[in-house]
């Protein structure tokens, strides 16, 4: 018996502390950033707005004049390899909102807001973005708002050794629970919180 707790122990202890190193920036990330998301409101963020013009080569006009009237499909790639010269902005691949005046191309990220126009008759370009500060950037992360990809699968991988930290702790609490009586009410403590706060103001 007294083995088989040692192994169980171990094992234990091993993934608890693999799993708090692998997430611990992540939880302070995501704590901080829960406490500036519930105050969004008395955080104030001033938007910086900059904008920047450019126009389209004749050559790659007269390419984006053979471009669909009514399309979504993104930029032809020498367009794209343009703007990202120009402006240095990634176009390749993005669905566009191209009529027959112009290609419109939304550009949002973490904690702003960003998009690119051509102009199909004069090519003349513009690239406006917005940001809000680094408040507002951390905030979009939290949420996974406009951060890609990689973001994307970081969160579920965070996830699952969140999951694994929880557990394991869990775990260890019940092994040490009979020589510290105070753990289960204290366990107890945490689940009845915010179980009577959602029963009785939240409506």
Not at 39 to 49: D, F, L, S, T
Not at 91 to 111: N, Q, S
Not at 137 to 166: E, M, P, S
Request: aromatic fraction near 10%; proline fraction near 6%.
């Amino acid at each position: 018996m007294n083995a088989r707790r040692s192994f169980w122990l171990k094992q234990l202890h091993s993934w608890h502390w693999i799993s708090a190193a692998v997430s611990l920036v992540g939880l302070l990330l995501f704590a901080v950033t829960g406490v500036t998301l519930n105050h969004a409101a008395q955080i104030p963020a001033e938007p910086i707005v900059r904008e920047q013009t450019a126009v389209l080569p004749a050559p790659l006009l007269a390419r984006l004049a053979a471009f669909p009237e009514e399309t979504t499909d993104p930029a032809p790639e020498a367009v794209a390899r343009w703007a990202a010269e120009a402006f240095q902005v990634e176009i390749a691949g993005k669905p566009t909102e191209t009529t027959a005046e112009e290609l419109y191309v939304a550009l949002p990220t973490p904690g702003g807001d960003g998009w690119l126009t051509i102009d199909r008759s004069t090519g003349e370009a513009v690239h406006e973005k917005t940001t809000r500060g680094a408040i507002a950037y951390l905030n979009d992360l939290h949420k996974g708002r406009n951060a890609g990809q990689a973001w994307f699968w970081f969160i579920d991988v965070f996830a699952a050794a969140c999951v694994v930290f929880t557990l394991t702790g869990l775990a260890l609490l019940w092994l040490h629970a009979r020589g510290r009586p105070s753990t289960w009410p204290l366990v107890g403590l945490g689940l009845l919180i915010p179980v009577l706060i959602a029963l009785l103001f939240i409506h």
